[in-house]
């Protein structure tokens, strides 16, 4: 089955500088690979989502790319905010296949 | 509206008692997930409903019975529950099972005592 590695499990950066956090995945046939961010006491909240025929996608300050060959992917966040500290999470998945997590990697945004 | 929604928020219920979570949307999503996360962890797959019939089951105890009375409904019930079955609970839906957006609902947070 897919198994989904994710790193750093922490980070702290300052304000305004961007954050990267990083995935790999072990099923070649996984096409599909959502980013959640998970706030304290609060369910995981879908914020950018790639397939595997795209490289890169932007939404404003938040872009994901990937990595097919290598199976890896990975979460930029640029000009981090205070209100970006959260639990992120990646996840990958293919038809009929629930979504496998990483472990989570939880960013400290410091003012 | 990608809105899921989850009730109770908290739960706080005995080892013999016998309780339902519940969850709804709202999306037309054919494909719905109950995950249980403990802190500092992913979440973890529990069952998986795809039309209305249950497709996963990821060995969970018996104590745990989940239902679908209808395509916009999922509920777990709850009984003869531990200590160590204390966590979030979270609901999630799809239009299909897997490769397609899954939206969570805020969770029921369970205290079991």
């Known amino acids: 089955g897919e198994n989904v590695e994710q790193h750093p499990s922490t980070l702290s950066v300052q304000e305004g500088d961007s954050a990267v956090i990083k995935c790999t995945y072990s099923?070649?046939?996984?096409?599909?690979f959502p980013w959640y961010k998970q706030e304290l006491g609060k369910g995981p909240q879908l914020i950018i989502d790639?397939?595997?025929?795209?490289g890169e996608k932007k939404d404003q300050r938040i872009a994901v790319t990937l990595n097919k060959t290598a199976k890896h992917f990975s979460l930029h966040i640029t000009e981090t905010q205070p209100e970006d500290s959260a639990v992120y999470f990646c996840?990958?998945?293919?038809?009929?296949?629930?979504?496998?997590f990483g472990k989570g990697t939880r960013l400290s945004v410091i003012a | 509206d990608t809105e899921v929604t989850q009730t109770p928020k908290h739960l706080v219920m005995g080892m013999t008692n016998k309780k339902s979570l519940k969850c709804e949307q709202h999306?037309?999503?054919?494909?719905m997930y109950w995950y249980k996360q403990k802190a500092k962890k992913p979440p973890e797959l529990m069952f998986v409903?795809?039309?209305?019939?249950?497709?996963i089951n990821e060995s969970v105890p018996s104590r745990f019975s989940p239902e679908c009375p209808n395509s916009s409904l999922l509920n777990l019930h709850l009984h003869a529950l531990q200590p160590e079955d204390s966590a979030l609970y979270l609901c999630?839906?799809?239009?299909?099972?897997?490769?397609?957006?899954?939206?969570f609902g805020q969770g029921t947070r369970l205290t079991v005592v």
């Open positions: 790639i397939r595997s025929n795209v």
């Open positions: 999306m037309g999503h054919r494909a």
């Open positions: 099923d070649s046939a996984s096409n599909y």
């Open positions: 996840a990958a998945s293919r038809r009929n296949t629930p979504l496998v």
């Open positions: 409903y795809s039309y209305e019939k249950l497709s």
């Open positions: 999630a839906s799809s239009l299909l099972t897997g490769n397609t957006e899954a939206f």
